[in-house]
């Protein structure tokens, strides 16, 4: 199963993202799991550390506490 992660501080942007995948995964009966962030904190290292580790990763740069960039970094 492909994992896919959503980061974004606006909810409605990341609905928006995980509505358009879902709608994707059911045209091309794709099997992935779609996980959302809306923490600016948020760390991909420290969930790969918990088990999670996506192929996929969508992360805006508009975030108050830390740009997407950062939590590439981070």
């Given amino acids: 199963m492909l994992n ?3 980061c974004d501080d ?3 942007i ?3 993202v995980s509505n358009l995948l879902d709608e994707i995964k059911i045209k091309h009966n794709i099997d992935f799991k779609i ?3 809306t923490d600016g ?3 991909v290292d ?3 550390e ?3 580790v996506y192929k996929i990763v969508f992360i805006f740069t508009s975030k108050r506490k830390f740009n997407g960039i950062m939590n ?3």
């Fill in 14 to 16: 990341v609905q928006q």
């Fill in 4 to 6: 896919i992660l959503i």
């Fill in 50 to 52: 918990r088990g999670s």
């Fill in 35 to 37: 996980d959302t962030n």
């Fill in 46 to 48: 420290k969930n790969a």
């Fill in 72 to 74: 590439a970094i981070v």
């Fill in 41 to 43: 904190e948020f760390s």
């Fill in 10 to 12: 606006d909810k409605n």
